[in-house]
Each structure stands twice: as C-alpha cells, then as structure tokens.
C-alpha cells in the first residue's frame, strides 16, 4: 500500500461505511465541522470513555468530573486574556476581499516562518517580499489581528456579549471554590471536563485535525505550589520521549529518553505533576493502540506557548498524511487563571492551608475604613466591605501600588484611602495560598482520525481496520454460512443473546460468507460467530479472529462468555 | 416534609454537595446557565446512559446515532422554519429599557392566558388592561417577536451568519442520505442524538427547569408513510395515559389510559410509530424511579405545537416546586423536514422504494428545456441541470403552481417555461418517496432535576436521597468502623479492590459511623461496606443497604459480587 494514498482511503472509507463526513454537506458544507456518522459516534463515545477511565476513574481519589456550560459571559474570557490574546494575524486582499491566515501566506509563498513575529514585522515581510493574494493576485491589506472567539450576545441585550468557550478550562476555574468545597477541602484536586469547545479558525484545513468545533477532554489539576511533589511519580515505569526546547533550538530532532521521575529531578519538566499527567497520556495513547514510537513530547519554545504557560508540551503522534501532529497539550498554567479572576471578579478563590502547629508570624492585615465606605456607598456599603474583605492582603497590596485613585473590585470602584494593609504580628494557624495548575488537554475528533488512520491496514487488496478490540465500534458480527431458514433462524437467536448483553452486534445474511467477513473486516469487527449445517447436529459454532482469522469451533451455550473474553482482552482467539 | 419546602431543600442540598448550581456565579452568574458539580455530572452521564440503552442499544437494529455540530449555517436553519418561527413576544419598558416576555407579563399582571394570540391581540390585552413595567412602572412599547437562536459569524466575513442549534433534529435531517447509505439503505431508520443546544430565552426562570444551555437526547424515526405500520406495537404492555386535545378542550384533565395499540386503532395516536417511542419513553422514566402515576402525555393545541408537527405531545412528570412539567416531546413531523431541506438545498431527500415486481404505471416525467437552460446559465447549465434533475417531480409541479415567473431551486432562479412535468406510461419497478418522522426528545439537566427531587426523602430528620442502585453517581461507601490502623488498612484494600472493577467509591474514616452514614445517604450512595473487629478474626464485613438499613454479614472475598450483584438489581440486601 502507497501511504501518501493511505489517508484519503481512511476518508473515503469513512465518508462510505459512516464514521465521519463534512457537515452540511447538503448545502456545499462548511469548513471545519465535520458529522460522526453511526460507527464514528460509537467510536468516539469509546474513546471519551476510555479517556475518562485513565484520567478520571483510576484517580477517583484525585480527579472529579464537572460540565460547565459552552456559551461564557465577555467577564470570564476578559479576566482569562482569550479576549485580547486568543488571536491570529489575518489580512485582506484589497481586490477581491478574501480573508487569509496571514502566517500561513507568508510561509507558504515566501517561504518565511513567522511564528514570533510581531505584526509590524510580518507586515515588512510581505512588503519586501511582494507576497499578494494567491487566489486573484490582488495587493493585499495590513495585517491586523483576528479574535478566534465565536462571538454571541446572551439575552435581549446586545450589550450582553458572550463566547463560545475556546477551552473548557475557564468553567473549572470559575467553579473551583465550589468543587473545592464539594471535596472535602482537599489538594492536590483535578477537576476535569469533556465537552465541546469552539475556536473560529480562519481558513481551517486539515480536514479533521483542525475542527471549527471539537470535543475536548482536559483535566486542570490543583496542588500546593509550597509542597508540588506526586508520590506517584515512583510508579511510572517506561520512558518519556522528550524533545526539549534547548534541543529544538539546537536542532536536534531526536528525543532523549528520560523517566517521568529523571525528567523532573533533571528539571526538564518544571513541575512533578505534569510529569506525572504527561506519563499517564504517554499510556492512554498507548492503550489506542499507537505503538510507542510514534509518540512523543515536544516542549513549545516561547514564543510558541499560550499567554498563561510557565512551559508547555505537546504531545505528538504519526499520521501518514500530516507526518507529526498534536494529540494533546501539557500547560503548566501556574496561578495565572485563579489569579486573573481574582482580581477580575473580587472573590476570594485562595485556599486555607492549615499549619500542623499554629505559629507566631508577621501576617498582613487588611483595615478597612468603614466610615468612608459608608459615606460613598450608603446602603451598599455592607456589599462592599465584604468584597474587599474577600479579597487577599497580597491582592490588594498589588491592586493599591497602581497609579489609580480607585481600586476595582468586582463591580466596585473604591477609593484607595478607604482600603490599607497593614503587617501585625500574630498567632495563626495556617495560611492563604493560591493553587498552582498543571493541564493535561485532548481533542477526541483528532484522536478519533488518528485511530482509524493507524488501525487502517490492507491483506489481499482487501481492508482490515485493525482497531483495538475495546474500540471497535460494532464488537460481534453473527453470520449463517449460507441461505437456509434452520441456520438463520439460529443465527438470529444467537444475535438476540448477545445484543442483551449490551453488545453492539450486526446480524448479516447476504451474500457470500466472503463478502460478510469484508464488510465487516472493513469496519473492525473483531469477532465473528457463524452458524453452518454441523451446528445444527452437535450445537457448536465457529468464532472468527478478524486479525488471524484464526477459527475456533466453540458450544453454543459458551458463544457469550468467549466473545466477552477475547473482548475485554488481548488473547489469541486459539487461547480462549 | 413539607413539600412546599423540598424544592429549596433539593437546590440547597444540590450547590453544597456537587450535583449542580449556577454558571459563572463568582461573575453574578448568568440566568439560565447552570454547572454540573461532581456528583451531577456523572448523574447526568448514568441518564444519558440509559436514554441510549432504551432509545439506541435496545433497538441497534433499527436506530443509531449520530454527532453533528451545535453551530449551525443560516441556510440550514433558514429551511427548517427557526430563523421565522423560533420566536418569543417580547416589550420593552420605555422608561428604564429593560425586557420581559410579552406573554408571561400580561398573563401575570392581568391574569390573561395570550398563547395562540397574535401580536395585535396581545398588544390590546396590554393597552386595555393597563400592564405597565413590574419593575419602574413605565409604559411599555409594541410587543414584537424576538428570535431565540443564539446568533454568530463562522470564520471571518461577516455576512457568514450562523446559529447555534436550538435542536439537534437539522443536523439529522441534512445528514439523513448519508446515513441512509450506511445503514444500507432500508427504513424505518431512527436517528438519535445527544448534545449541546441552545435557546435565548429571554429571561430564564424556573433555574434547572429553563436552561439557555442544556443536553439534548432525541431520535428522528424514518418510516415509510405508505407502510407506517409498526410490528413492535403487540409488544407494548400496559397502559399510556393520554390527555387529548379533545379532553382538554373540554376542561377535562383527568387522562385517559390506552394500551399503545389501542391509542392507534382509535386514531388517538395518529400514527403508529409515534406511539410506539411514546411507550418507550413513559417506561425510560420508570427505569429513572419516577412513579407510573407521576407521568402523563398531554396533546398540544393546534396553536401550542411546533411549526412542523401535525401532531404533538408532551410527556408532563410531576416535580415538588412546579407541580406538572415537560420532560419529552413527541411530534409528528411527517415529511415536513426533509421535503423543506429537499427545496432550499435542490437536493434528492428522497429515498428509493423498490416494488415486489416492477408494474406498468402513470409516472410524472420532469422535461427540461436544456436549450433555454444553456441559453440563461451558460457554463451553469450542467450544474442547473442537474440540480432540477435530483428535485422530485411532485416538488417541482407544488413550485410551478406559485404565480412567480422563476423557481428556486438550491442557488439557481429558474424561468418557469424551461420546465415542465409531464404524466407518461412507464413499466416501473419502484418509486421515490420522501420518509415520514417521528420523533422523541428529552432535555437529560431537567431529567436530574426530576430524579433528584423524586428520590429526596428525609427520616428522622436526616436526608436520604433514594436514588434508583443504577443511577447513584457514588456507588459504593467504604468506612472501618472506628479509627485504629489494621481496620483503616483493611478498609483501604477493600476500596482499592472495588475501585478496580471499575466502580465509583468513597472511602471515610472521618467522624462517627453514624455521620458516615448520613453523609452517604445524602448524596444516595446505595451500599457500604464496614470493616469492623469481626473482620479481623472472620474475614467478614457488614453490608448495608441505603433504603432499608438492613445490614447482612459477607466473606471478604464475596464481596465485590454481592456489591455488584446488589447494584445491578433490586433484590433486598437480605436476598443476596
């Protein structure tokens, strides 16, 4: 098989037997949103599932799972930086208006990468280059920067500006004290969410890999910032691939080998945890099926990071169309988001952290005086001492050391004589810390393609999808070896039997046994049971491995029991 | 209990233990926007669940589901009726701005239902009875309809409008030929989704009840409407209880109760399918814990029912706050969809019925003038062609009877004169039909409303939430029965080793055993396992059961079974 074609088989296959297709086709489509069709919503829901099994069920101690809503009020992006820093460069042909992603052009037609590149220096690049529109040749416009929120207003007020979130992270960070509370009060605490998530791409391409919107699977984990270390760093067998950022500088290419535990103690990854999460998505991939060598990490250089992260990793897989592409990001986002809307919403998201023994320490107080508040907020003026009151010494220090006469907080602007904080000394009992956040986050349409692009294989000019047997979307195909009423008749009793167990099974009676076993091969059916004429004397049947196509001859009341086996595990049909 | 309480109780309980509470709060919140905590999120997921084993895996041979985008291009929701009939009455006060639904005003302050009103009716109500702003006492303006799809651009031009879905039907219907093709062309075909949607109510109350934002759960049923009958009905035990729009207009409100077939044969039910899923639907909400007679289906009104729906009903569950509310609805949409998507697109919507043996037949026969095609479009023509050729000849004669001199059809404006349908003699061996529709739809947050609030019961003052076993987010409760080193250790292996079958567990060793308990059967934990100093001289622990308190002895390695077993069923724990 040509692997340059390898990728559009996988398309077309998918288009055909129902695991993806561009949405809307029926009205010429729209770039960037695809449909799952039958097989590919099944797949997809195994893959979220098994996702949700290695980052939430296995660390149920550690990890819960909340669902906050799509569409997010303008303050919580605001307060998060997407409003001003979720951008890229676009510009205009001045002739025939066409839009275009401005780095893309640049690098496509003069062959400059600009990633880092300030506006100004983009700008001077298509200038010197004469790069212009490649579709009419127009001259093009100013690169000027294009927001990626889709933008909706909420309510009858078109004041009310909201945003379909482009991460689900900010749903988290916002409900932290809650879920905080709901947990018993307890770091390290990871708070995951999958769900759709929304980014308006430009001029996406790529089919599925850049979706306009997508699932997203993410956990944002909570730790002590003044105690960071993860006892279960000890248990991460294997070697992490790693592509350093002092390596790519070098250019260097090849990934060192270094355990989770040796990738921190050596400080290449900056914080325990992430290690921790990124050994565990080093596995999940694994469990996909991709073989361990087509994955690794590659850290992002500065300028390649988002606004809130300290260091980042993308996780990389092999596609046979793209070469490497990101499967999943590793951000460790510090105290940036609970920080940001801190100090954007005037609550308090810090958590108490109780010494063993109480101590004698300098703390810094807040006064407040009451009278002024009074004066200038009158009847409100309750709400408003309890605002401040709800904020940190350390924030409101910050917050007075502006220029402003007034400082914000939430809806209140207060004069700054009102508010001072003060060091007294005193016996306390514990302290006030701001979480630190690693970030582990997954696109599961993305994960999805890279499945069926790997499992993809052909024998005889025929396709097998060599999905894992936990994946494959329909898991039994029940056949009669040729058109008789007594065999079908059985065929469909042993059918019923295994769609009650909860099974997802396809009955199929039409033409040859050969053609069956391609159909289903060609989707991944990993099992096949056929009744044929010694069924009906001594009540076996054959149960057929679609990689071996090894057959066993099994009885008929051990059908169910064999076909759960080799399911739930990896043996040899042979050794059931 | 006071059941005027419960409601609070339920909320109360909801925000503190991690089932729900409102989005964005640190921010104010946002009406109609709510988060799933912990506990709710995983309730949600145990619905969905089992939605999709009563709607999809039960019926895998007929029903599959699909994912399609939640934003949605204008031209698809401009088809389906949304962009002109989505809508809401809604005044604006002239003194101080603000908003409110013309309907819910004029019924709350002159007491006068306006549903089936026209703008102008409503309008009068307002003049003559006097209704004035509830909140400054300002005049109000003209009632005027407000769209409640939520409105954004796809990519950067902003002529690009779309919206997100207000139901997940439009992405079934545009994709139904493909589907169709990978379920190898047969009907009937459901369709199911679930997901994301999204309505602009104008102001939500009634908190989880009207969300701006919630989970869709929804089948499209396909049928034949030539052969509209269902085999399935013979199996539909017991009775549907059905308020008619007869009854209701009539002031009766007491339901009538009809098997399913009945209910067909006596054309309550116009079609059979319909009330095929409609005792699908009352027998999911069973398996939720909700009792028989908490549920009935109420007939819409011709003025209450959706532009699409020949008929309609609502499944109404009864809730402690509300009294009786919506929980599914069940509309007939015939071929309303299809045929409307078969008009804007230019697209064949049709599916190909093939006869028994072919017949001698009158068919209508579409003629083209291609001449005078190729004379108005030019290097078009080819695409116009073919676009005229894949609508159906019974579409094309409904368009040429308008008064226009052109049709549309897709993009193209085509001169009436270059078309025509003509009845020939054909010998045909089938013919081309557009499918009927049935279709169930559920919200899955207002269903963990109901359960919640179904299940809250309190004894001896304590609260027990009586969740169903199969539902309860937490499934398993772990205590050693006082604090001391060997029970804890004890009680930790047990938690690890119910963990790993994949189980939700909660292990507590803080405060007394009877805290633990309570602190369970809050949040509606069915089991728990006590480790006690029997345990150390026996192997056995006690198990004991949320509802009944009955407590049994096990083997520590009978365990995992017996929990297991007791989850899966409704045995008593004695029973085991």
Redesign the interface.
């Known amino acids: 098989m040509d692997v340059a074609d390898k990728y559009d088989k996988v398309v077309e296959l998918a ?4 695991f993806f ?1 561009p ?5 010429g489509g ?2 960037g ?10 797949l ?1 829901n195994r893959i979220v599932d098994k996702w949700r ?1 290695w980052f939430v ?1 296995k660390h ?2 550690i990890v ?10 303008y ?2 992006l605001e307060a998060s930086g997407h409003v001003r820093h979720f951008t890229d460069p ?1 510009v205009e042909c001045m002739k025939c208006g066409r ?1 275009f992603r401005a780095d893309q052009l640049v690098e496509e037609h003069a062959g400059i990468k600009v990633e880092g590149m300030s506006i100004d220096e983009i700008n001077k690049v298509i200038g010197e280059k004469g790069v212009r529109c490649p579709t009419c040749g127009g001259g093009l416009s100013d690169v000027r920067l ?1 927001n990626l929120l ?8 078109s004041q009310d500006v ?1 945003y ?1 979130r482009p991460e689900s992270a900010q ?1 988290i960070f ?2 932290f ?3 905080y ?3 018993r009060e307890r770091l390290p605490l990871g708070i995951a969410q999958i ?2 998530v ?1 980014r ?4 996406p391409r790529q089919g599925m890999v850049r979706l ?2 997508f699932t997203i699977m993410e956990v944002e984990f909570f730790f002590d910032p003044e105690n960071p270390s993860c006892d279960l760093l000890d248990r991460c067998d294997g070697k992490l691939r790693l592509l350093t950022s002092d390596l790519r500088v070098k250019g260097v290419d090849k990934p060192v080998e270094l355990s989770a535990k040796e990738a921190v103690e050596s400080e290449v990854i900056k914080t325990p945890w992430m290690a921790y999460w990124m050994w565990v998505a080093k596995n999940f991939i694994k469990s996909l099926g991709i073989p361990e060598d087509h994955t690794y990490f590659e850290e992002k250089l500065p300028h390649e990071k988002a606004h809130y992260s300290a260091q980042t990793f993308d996780q990389l897989v092999r596609i046979s169309r793209w070469g490497w592409i990101e499967v999943s990001g590793h951000a460790y986002r510090t105290d940036y988001d609970l920080s940001m ?1 801190m100090k ?2 005037g ?1 308090d ?1 810090r958590v108490f952290k109780k010494y063993d023994q109480p101590t004698i320490a300098r703390v810094e107080k807040v006064l407040i005086n009451k009278a002024l508040i009074g004066k200038v907020f009158k009847e409100r003026s309750t709400d408003v001492i309890n605002a401040v009151s709800s904020v940190g010494a350390d924030v409101l220090k910050t917050l007075l050391k502006t220029d402003d006469e007034y400082i914000r907080i939430g ?1 209140y602007l207060i004069p700054k004589n009102a508010v001072t904080v003060q060091e007294v000394i005193e016996k306390v009992s514990g302290k006030h810390i701001v979480p630190h956040v690693v970030e582990p986050s997954f696109g599961a349409e993305r994960l999805l393609l890279i499945v069926l692009d790997n499992s993809y294989s052909e024998e005889d000019g025929r396709v097998v999808m060599k999905l894992p047997r936990d994946l494959a979307p329909i898991q039994v195909a029940v056949y009669p070896l040729v058109s008789d009423d007594v065999l079908e008749q059985k065929a469909k009793q042993i059918y019923e039997e295994l ?1 009650s167990c ?1 099974l ?2 396809v ?1 199929d009676d039409s033409g040859s046994i050969g053609r069956r076993y391609a159909r289903a091969d060609e989707v991944g059916v990993p099992i096949a049971v056929t009744v044929d004429h010694q069924t009906l004397d001594d009540s076996t049947v054959t149960l057929r491995d679609r990689d071996s196509k090894a057959q066993i001859r099994v009885r008929e009341e051990e059908i169910v029991q064999k076909v759960l086996m080799f399911l739930r595990s990896s043996v040899a049909i042979t050794q059931l």
Chains 1, 2 share one sequence.
């Open positions: 288009k055909r037997r129902g297709w949405s809307y086709e029926v009205y729209v770039a949103l695809y449909d799952l069709g039958p097989l590919g919503a099944v997809k099994e069920g149920q101690d819960v799972e909340i669902e906050t809503p799509v569409i997010t009020p303050k919580v676009i839009k294009f889709f933008t909706t207003t909420i309510g009858p007020y909201g379909l749903g916002t409900a004290k809650r879920v509370e709901a947990f769900g759709k929304a308006n791409e430009i001029s306009r919107e809307h954007h919403s609550q998201f809806e769609k909860g997802y099974v009955y």
